[in-house]
C-alpha cells in the first residue's frame, strides 16, 4: 500500500567558506532540530559543505562519491533513520560538476548532476548528463531531484513528473535580487506537475556582492505555501499528505491532457537553432 503521509524538512543556512567542519556542524545541528520535529526526509542547500563563492578552489575542494561528504551524509542518516538530500562540488575523471545527493543509512540512493548552469557556473563546471530518473524512498514515494537555477525550467521537472515523481526538491543558493522568480517558478513547478516542491535555499552574503534570497519552502500540488523559512539559519517542517498528488491531478488534469508531440517539435526547434 502508497504510503500516505510524510513528514519533510527544509534546511536554510549561512555557510563559511571553505569551512567543511563548521558547515558540517550547523548543518547537523539543524538537522537535528528537524528530527525533533518529526522530519523523515530533509534536504540541505546548495554547496552547504563549502559555501557557494569558492570558484579560486574548486577542483581542490570538490569531493568523488562516496567520498568524505556522501560518509558524513550516510552517518547522518543512520543515527536519525532519515533520507537526506544534499548538494556539493564532486569530481570525477577531472571534471567538477555540481551535484545533488541523495543517501539513507544504507548509503547513496540518488544522485542527479546539475544540467542548467547559472550564469558563470557554466566557467566553473561541466555540464550534467543525468537521466531524470526519480529515486524511491520508503519504497513507493518516488523523488526527482533539480538544483536551484533549474527551478526556471519547467521541462526537467515535467519529464521526472512524468517518470513518476511525486516531490521535487530543488537545493539552491538561489539571489535575493531574483526573489521575485523563486516565489513564482516554485509554486509554478508544483502547480503544473501536481507535485510537492521542498525548495532549501542559502541566507548571508558571500565575498560583500554575492547575496542569497532564503525563504526557503515546502509547496504543496496545489502551489500553496505550507511552510516559509524567515531566519537566516532556519528548519522548517510539514506532514504531507501523498493524496493530495493524486487529487490535485484529477482536479486539474494537465498530465492527462498533456499533448506530447509538442516535445517532438521542440526538440527540432531547439536543434535548429543550435546549428543556426
Known sequence: MRKQQMTVAAVQMNCDLENWEANTKKAGRLIEEAVK????????????????????????????????????????????????????????????????????????????????????????????????????IDGDVQVGLQICYEVGFPEPS???????????????????????????????????NGIFVIAANRTGTEKSETVFGGKSRIVSPSGDVLQEATREDDVIVATINLADVDKQRRRIPYLEDLDTRLYNETRLVAKERREN
Not at 79 to 108: F, N, P, Q, R
Not at 165 to 184: N, Q, T
Open 37 to 136: 520535529q518529526g522530519a523523515e526526509f530533509i534536504v540541505l542547500p546548495e554547496l552547504f559543505n563549502t559555501g557557494y563563492r569558492v570558484e579560486e578552489n574548486d577542483s581542490i575542494l570538490a569531493e568523488s562519491i562516496p567520498g568524505k561528504t556522501s560518509h558524513w551524509m550516510t552517518d547522518i542518516a543512520q543515527e536519525h533513520s532519515i533520507t537526506l538530500v544534499a548538494c556539493y562540488m564532486e569530481k570525477s575523471e577531472d571534471k567538477v560538476y555540481d551535484v545533488a545527493v541523495a543517501a539513507d543509512e544504507t548509503g547513496v540512493i540518488g544522485r542527479y548532476r546539475k544540467t542548467y548552469l547559472w550564469d558563470r557556473e557554466k566557467e566553473r563546471f561541466s555540464f550534467g548528463h543525468s537521466d531524470l530518473e526519480p529515486f524511491n
Open 158 to 192: 515535467r519529464l521526472l513528473t512524468l517518470n513518476g515523481a511525486d516531490i521535487i526538491v530543488y537545493p539552491s543558493a538561489f539571489g535575493k535580487a531574483r526573489s521575485h522568480v523563486w516565489d513564482i517558478a516554485t509554486r509554478a513547478r508544483a502547480i503544473e
